[in-house]
């Protein structure tokens, strides 16, 4: 597509339930990035995938939070039992491959848990 | 941890002038720095990158200054003009796009 897409743009999901939020990359790029985003700060790096080799999920704050990429395209990011505190935006950004550093992102799914 | 920050949370000017928002940054190994903008309900829009071998980089309007010295980092627009309001934010590329953002400045254009 012409840009990075996500779905839903908004979320208003009951806390414990489980949600999932979907990343579709620009086509070609080969990196793939997932950002959190509270209200009035900045974003805070969740997970990337690079072609094949194994995501790095470093930046994942609990095992509620699991993301999967089939091969270079489609991404979801899946939030188990969510809490009030998951409640932000979740930004996806791509890169045509990790040394082309422009990243373009998506323009997030607003995720309120209540 | 390591941390990038910024030293004003909301920047007011006027339309014309120049606006300059500045960035401290922590982490001393890190050679590449990017702002980017956000508008509200958008995802962010990259401006202006630099590489730590640089000290100045400019594009259309916009100037990035590196001072590695006192880990600063500054956005200098030229003649802000209202369509410049929106979020700001300095991130650092720890490595493999790896992206460490500070808390952002709003940056307000008043007529």
């Known amino acids: 597509g012409a840009g990075v897409s996500q779905s839903p743009s908004n979320k208003v999901t009951e806390k414990g339930k489980d949600v999932e939020l979907r990343c579709d990359p620009i086509?070609?790029?080969?990196?793939l990035y997932w950002y959190r985003q509270r209200l009035g700060q900045g974003l805070e790096f969740l997970i990337y995938?690079?072609?094949?080799?194994?995501?790095?999920k470093s930046g994942l704050p609990s095992d509620r939070f699991s993301a999967e990429r089939t091969g270079e395209s489609v991404s979801t990011l899946t939030i188990q039992r969510t809490q009030q505190e998951d409640s932000a935006v979740y930004l996806c950004?791509?890169?045509?491959?990790?040394?082309?550093?422009?990243?373009?992102f998506g323009q997030g799914t607003r995720l309120t848990v209540v | 941890g390591e941390s990038v920050g910024l030293h004003l949370p909301t920047l007011s000017v006027q339309e014309g002038d120049n606006s300059i928002i500045n960035c401290a940054y922590s982490?001393?190994?890190?050679?590449?720095f990017i702002w980017y903008k956000q508008e509200s309900g958008k995802g962010p829009q990259f401006i202006i990158d630099?590489?730590?071998?640089?000290d100045k980089r400019q594009g259309q309007r916009v100037t990035v200054l590196l001072n590695k010295t006192v880990k600063h980092l500054s956005l200098q627009i030229a003649a802000t003009q209202p369509g410049d309001s929106a979020v700001y934010f300095c991130?650092?590329?720890?490595?493999?796009?790896?992206?460490?953002f500070g808390a952002g400045t709003r940056l307000a254009v008043h007529p």
């Open positions: 086509s070609g790029h080969t990196a």
């Open positions: 991130a650092e590329n720890i490595g493999y796009n790896k992206l460490i």
């Open positions: 982490n001393s190994a890190s050679d590449y």
């Open positions: 950004a791509s890169s045509l491959d990790l040394v082309n550093t422009e990243a373009f």
């Open positions: 630099i590489r730590s071998n640089m």
């Open positions: 995938f690079q072609g094949n080799s194994a995501p790095d």
